[in-house]
């Protein structure tokens, strides 16, 4: 079947990134060659600029940093190496283009009032070549937890123990400063019991850049924060069950920012508004991998095809009541979806 490698690591932070590297650690060193290549630069200057972040992330996770030391000895690279698969955008000054088309429902809209959150992953197709779903397995009291991320890379998207999910959506129109870089942060969010905890931990630390996030529970609890650089706004969409969100600026607070520059997020979104709407009180997650099939607008539709050289290279769908992450490797229209119990 189509699916991406599947990495199931256990034990104390280091055990779990020399695991994780030992593992997969061709697919880590594709991952850094493709770092060079898609940043044009070399991968001495670009380690060198990861360490810049190093106090950023020891502020947020010591833990993390033992992980990634664990990691770097796994995979037989270099500390800095490491780190920089923690940062790849950041160590640039600049970020891959992104699509994206994220959700979160509950309550009224769901089938039973179970809660469901999930997205198509819009990226440049070399992507799904260095992608992997990380099983987490702590021994130190944190929850167990599913991530799709990239080899080396230690958290993106996914979901714990606790039915904490979050998903994202690129977000551009912003100065790049100084700060966390994103991808460690999302993996400490899976590290934690409800999405209020979420939503206080992006509150108190700063990012280098942009992005959006969506949020459920185990509780039923949804949440959308759109974050830069100088703080969040919390987006609370027309209906309280319901988080939809693609590619510009909602909140009020950030809205003054958007440029329009990814012409198709508007459309996509209104789309993806119409279809959640159409099946509203009756959504499963097989409803929602219908939706993020969905192909009006092609190529810039829910279901990405090109636009922008950008296409839905992967999807995720998180299921708390049932202990679930659905992935899905390839486009909404043809991927090959696979259940995993966290």
């Not at 990380?134 to 993106?156: E, M, V, W």
């Not at 904490?164 to 899976?190: I, M, Q, S, T």
């Not at 700063?206 to 924060?225: I, P």
């Amino acid at each position: 079947m189509n699916l991406f490698p599947y990495i199931e690591v256990s034990g104390s932070s280091y055990e779990m990134g020399y695991q994780h590297g030992a593992q997969a650690s061709s697919l880590v060193r594709s991952y850094l060659m493709w770092i060079e290549k898609m940043t044009s630069r070399s991968r001495d200057i670009l380690a060198a600029n990861a360490v810049a972040f190093l106090p950023y992330i020891e502020a947020l996770s010591p833990r993390f940093v033992e992980e990634v030391k664990g990691l770097a000895a796994g995979a037989d690279i270099s500390f800095e190496e490491a780190l920089l698969c923690q940062c790849r955008g950041e160590a640039a000054r600049a970020s891959a283009p992104e699509g994206c088309t994220a959700f979160a429902l509950t309550g009224e809209a769901t089938d039973g009032g179970r809660p469901l959150a999930g997205q198509n992953q819009d990226l440049t197709p070399e992507f799904a070549d260095v992608g992997i779903v990380l099983h987490l397995k702590p021994d130190d009291g944190r929850p167990r937890a599913i991530t799709f991320t990239f080899a080396g890379q230690l958290g993106y998207m996914g979901m714990n123990q606790h039915g904490v999910a979050h998903f994202a959506n690129g977000l551009g129109d912003c100065e790049w400063r100084l700060g966390l870089p994103h991808y460690p942060l999302k993996r400490y969010l899976l590290e934690l019991p409800d999405v209020a905890c979420c939503r206080k931990t992006l509150a108190e630390h700063r990012t280098c850049s942009a992005a959006n996030m969506v949020f459920c529970d185990g509780g039923g609890a949804v949440a959308d924060v759109e974050i830069r650089p100088e703080g969040i706004a919390v987006y609370r969409d027309q209906h309280p069950d319901s988080r939809l969100h693609t590619n510009h600026y909602l909140t009020p607070e950030f809205a003054p920012h958007e440029t329009h520059a990814t012409a198709d997020s508007r459309p996509r979104l209104q789309r993806l508004r119409h279809l959640v709407e159409g099946r509203w009180g009756e959504i499963t997650a097989e409803v929602m991998k219908a939706i993020l099939a969905d192909h009006y607008g092609d190529p810039g539709a829910i279901c990405r095809h090109g636009e922008k050289g950008m296409h839905s290279v992967a999807g995720y769908i998180a299921e708390p009541a049932a202990g679930l992450l659905h992935v899905r490797r390839g486009h909404g229209c043809t991927g090959t979806w696979k259940a995993y119990e966290v």
